[in-house]
T-cell receptor, first 113, second 112 residues
Framework: EAGVAQSPRYKIIEKRQSVAFWCNPISGHATLYWYQQILGQGPKLLIQFQNNGVVDDSQLPKDRFSAERLKGVDSTLKIQPAKLEDSAVYLC???????????FGSGTQLSVL | QKEVEQNSGPLSVPEGAIASLNCTYSDRGSQSFFWYRQYSGKSPELIMSIYSNGDKEDGRFTAQLNKASQYVSLLIRDSQPSDSATYLCAVYFSGSARQLTFGSGTQLTVLP
């Protein structure tokens, strides 16, 4: 069984630029999550999808972050414009339903200069 | 505010010793609890899940849950240097949006 795929693995941008991350969950997993993990902290949920609908985006900074999961499969997370404090690892995870263990992708390490 | 708190680290134990990691959570209605291990530069990987009060053992790992005290712990017996990592406690909080909330993690170092 293929795992959660994420790209790119690393991204370096300057502040005020835009960036996008892509995630393809495990086949058949209905729930997809985007987490932000700042160095030394635990992952913080940004947005949770159930199929192609948003379940929770209460911690997503909507003035600059957006995410979509068209067709209920892969997902894209975008930041525009980026700030220095957005430097973090962005983790995508999926689960079969919304109440099971999560499987994580390898993450995208973002550096905003 | 639904929170997951972990004992502050870093924690160092000698090889062969028992490492004890602790976690408390704020939502009394929570039903599902997980321990993830995260090596430096890697993604979290699930090592234990527990849903009922009591102990759950898997090899050298034992998860303990006490819902009345809102407390979950992880014991690692016969600790090995390869166990050196950050351990994340995660809780599914109750409510209409069942989000998995993580603690800040405890960094464990097992000294040879």
């Amino acid at each position: 069984e293929a795992g959660v795929a994420q790209s790119p693995r690393y991204k370096i941008i300057e502040k005020r630029q835009s960036v996008a991350f892509w995630c393809n969950p495990i086949s058949g997993h209905a729930t997809l999550y985007w987490y932000q993990q700042i160095l030394g902290q635990g992952p913080k949920l940004l947005i949770q999808f159930q199929n192609n609908g948003v379940v929770d985006d209460s911690q997503l900074p909507k003035d600059r972050f957006s995410a979509e999961r068209l067709k209920g499969v892969d997902s894209t997370l975008k930041i525009q414009p980026a700030k220095l404090e957005d430097s973090a690892v962005y983790l995508c995870a999926s689960s079969r339903t919304g109440n099971e263990k999560l499987f994580f992708g390898s993450g995208t390490q973002l550096s905003v200069l | 505010q639904k929170e997951v708190e972990q004992n502050s680290g870093p924690l160092s134990v000698p090889e062969g010793a028992i490492a004890s990691l602790n976690c408390t959570y704020s939502d009394r209605g929570s039903q599902s609890f997980f321990w993830y291990r995260q090596y430096s530069g890697k993604s979290p990987e699930l090592i234990m899940s527990i849903y009922s009060n009591g102990d759950k053992e898997d090899g050298r790992f034992t998860a303990q849950l006490n819902k009345a005290s809102q407390y979950v712990s992880l014991l690692i017996r016969d600790s090995q240097p390869s166990d050196s990592a950050t351990y994340l406690c995660a809780v599914y909080f109750s409510g209409s949006a069942r989000q998995l909330t993580f603690g800040s993690g405890t960094q464990l170092t097992v000294l040879p």
